[in-house]
Structures are given as structure tokens and as C-alpha cells.
């Protein structure tokens, strides 16, 4: 189904609405219903505030809070996993960027901590503004495709990006992991995630084969940034051409079993 709406559909609201129906059907069950009426309700459990169905959608492709609230929470448990394998504790007063935050899907979980310093960045205005007017955790602002990012040099501690260089091609990639490189304090870490080996499941026997034999493919069905333009890359391509400048910390391989199928990274920058 996703195949052919890609391939036939070059409307993107319209493939917006066909995949709100087709999503919003495949992921509907009762377990589903009840928590959405309860949260909707009572609120999340963080008592910050949701945003509307369509805004949800704009960064998780289905309408529903409480799967805006779950997978928020899982990825966010995942992050600080990934911290701790690698032997990583964020200090208290640590500037932290969400590097494409949305809505504030991720932010929000960290926000719990009351011992950090939140930013948030996101392409979108009007997930900005939503987050302005309903996160008063953190400092928000809209960037640009392109770098730069409105903040000093060696601000941040810790900056993470998941599900961003996902929609990035190389060129952009490699103009983003020099911003971030900038905006990172000496020993500042930064997290982000690829389409690696476990996401290959969406692309055609011709593709899989450009992307083993480049390490890289780029699925450019339309702008950059959007969730519907995708990169694959592998972790050769990776170490080998992004972040040759940082010092890997961490990687760990998508699981296609999980919710969690992207690869994992962690680098730091050196001095």
C-alpha cells in the first residue's frame, strides 16, 4: 500500500490524507481507543499539554495522542539506554538540543528530569509555535533546511537528532554534522540515528543493490526534511564519510523486531 501511494501519488496533501485513513485504520484496536479517550480526558501522564491530531500526524504519520505520548516515552527510555551502555551521564545544568523536536514528542520526557537546560529546533513553524505557546520548559526556534542554527559556538552539551538525518541527503548531512560539530562544546556528545540495514525492507531489489554497492541511497520523493524523503546508509558510509571527525562512542544496529529499527550513534566531539 505505501509502495503504491509513493510511486502513483505525487500530491503530497493528497497522500497526506490517503495515509492519515490508511494509518489511522492499521493501527486502530480497542487497547487503542481506551487509552486515547482516557488521555484525551484526563491529559498526558507528564501534565503537559498534547497537540492537535494534526499536528501529531505531521511528525508520526497516525492522529492518535496516546501513541504521540508511548512512542515518545520508548524512544526517550531508548536514548538514555543508549547513555548508559556507553558509560554516559548527563550533568545537572546540561544544555541539551532536540535537534528537529516537532512537537515536542521527545522534549517533553526530558523536561521530567526539572535539571536541564532544553532547546528545541525544528524545520516546521507551526510545530514551533506550538511549542512556544504550550512547552514553557524549553527555548524554541525554526531553522532552515541548511545550516546555521541561531546559537553560539560550544554551547550545547548534548544534542540529539532521531529520525532526522533519516530525511537528509549526504550534501545535507554533511553540512548539518559541521553545524552540529560547531554549536558542540569541546567533549560535547551528539546522538542521531540512520536508516541502516534493518529499514531496507521499503526499498526494490535494484535499490538494495545501489545502496550495498554505494553504502548510500537517497529516496527522493519530495523535499528534504519531509517525512516522505528517506536516505538509507550503512555504518561503513557512515564512520567513513560523516563523522570521521568525531570519536564514536556508541553504535548499535536497528532492530527489526522493535519499534526501535533505525541505527543508533553516539560521537563526541574531540577537542
Known amino acids: ?14 497522500q497526506d490524507n490517503l495515509r492519515l485513513i490508511y494509518n489511522s485504520l492499521k493501527t486502530f484496536n ?8 482516557s488521555y484525551r480526558k484526563n491529559g498526558l501522564p507528564d501534565n503537559f499539554p498534547f497537540p492537535s491530531s494534526d499536528l501529531i500526524f505531521t511528525i508520526i504519520a497516525i492522529p ?18 543508549s547513555l548508559n551502555k556507553a558509560n554516559i551521564h548527563l550533568k ?15 522534549i517533553r520526557h526530558f ?31 525554526t531553522n532552515n533546511v541548511l545550516p546555521p542554527l541561531n546559537y553560539p559556538d560550544n554551547y550545547f ?31 560535547g556528545l551528539f546522538y542521531f540515528t540512520t536508516h541502516g540495514n534493518q529499514t531496507l525492507s521499503n526499498l526494490t531489489q535494484i535499490e538494495k543493490t545501489i545502496f550495498h ?32 571527525d568525531f570519536e564514536l562512542l556508541y553504535f548499535e544496529e536497528g532492530k527489526t523486531w522493535t519499534h526501535l529499527t533505525q541505527d543508533v550513534y553516539i560521537i563526541k566531539k574531540i577537542n
Open 157 to 187: 552539551d548534548f544534542i540529539y537528532a532521531r529520525s532526522v538525518f533519516t530525511h537528509l541527503s549526504e550534501i545535507y548531512q554533511k553540512q548539518w554534522i559541521n553545524e552540529i560539530k560547531r554549536i558542540l562544546k569541546p567533549n
Open 1 to 14: 500500500m505505501k509502495k503504491v501511494i509513493k510511486k502513483f501519488i505525487k500530491s503530497k496533501k493528497l
Open 92 to 106: 545537572e545544568n546540561s544544555n541539551i538540543l532536540d535537534f528537529g523536536c516537532g512537537c515536542g514528542r521527545l
Open 30 to 37: 480497542l487497547n487503542l481507543l481506551k487509552d486515547e479517550l
Open 213 to 244: 554497492e554505494k553504502g548510500i541511497l537517497e529516496h527522493n520523493f519530495f523535499d528534504e526534511g519531509d517525512n516522505k524523503f528517506s536516505t538509507y546508509q550503512s555504518y561503513k558510509w557512515t564512520k567513513e564519510n560523516l563523522i570521521s
Open 64 to 81: 492518535w495522542v496516546s501513541e504521540y505520548y508511548k512512542s515518545g516515552k520508548l524512544i526517550y527510555d531508548e536514548i538514555i539506554s
Open 111 to 141: 523536561a521530567n528530569e526539572s535539571k536541564f537546560n532544553l532547546y528545541g529546533s525544528d524545520l516546521n513553524p507551526k510545530l514551533i509555535n506550538w511549542c512556544k505557546e504550550n512547552l514553557h520548559f524549553g527555548n524554541f526556534s
